[in-house]
């Protein structure tokens, strides 16, 4: 069993920077490797994959709202999953969720789709003002 903690969110203004850290309890990474990757979702809106790490071999994916402002990494030791997100625009403002999946491969941590993540985080909000 995984267990998910956010933590990193808050307000700040459109241009800012903030980082999210997800800390992974209970955590043992399997033969294949996992996705460790962040959703968000926002109001009235569907949950979405924003960035995703291969723990296999460190490869990382990025939805295309986010590409080159937001960066995805691991530090194994600490077994936390950061979100460095910069250029922050006010769409952007979400619920933002670390998760994780039992499996791994390079083709399935591509993809980032809700169904295939087992663990799930409690969120923290993110708010960008214009």
């Known amino acids: 069993q995984v267990q998910l903690v956010e933590s990193g969110g808050g307000s700040v203004q459109a241009g800012g920077s903030l980082r999210l850290s997800c800390t992974a309890s209970e955590y043992t990474d399997s033969d294949s490797g996992r996705c460790m990757s962040w959703f968000r979702q926002a109001p009235g809106k569907e949950r979405e994959g924003v960035a995703a790490?291969?723990?296999?071999?460190?490869?990382?994916f990025y939805a295309s709202s986010v590409k080159g402002r937001f960066t995805i990494s691991l530090d194994n030791a600490k077994r936390t999953v950061y979100l460095q997100m910069d250029s922050l625009k006010p769409e952007d403002t979400a619920m933002y969720y670390c998760?994780?999946?039992?499996?791994?491969?390079?083709?399935?941590?591509?993809?980032?789709?809700?169904?295939?993540?087992?663990?799930w985080g409690q969120g923290t909000q993110v708010t960008v003002s214009s």
């Open positions: 998760a994780a999946t039992g499996y791994g491969s390079v083709s399935y941590c591509r993809l980032i789709e809700v169904y295939q993540y087992n663990y």
């Open positions: 790490f291969y723990t296999g071999d460190g490869s990382t």
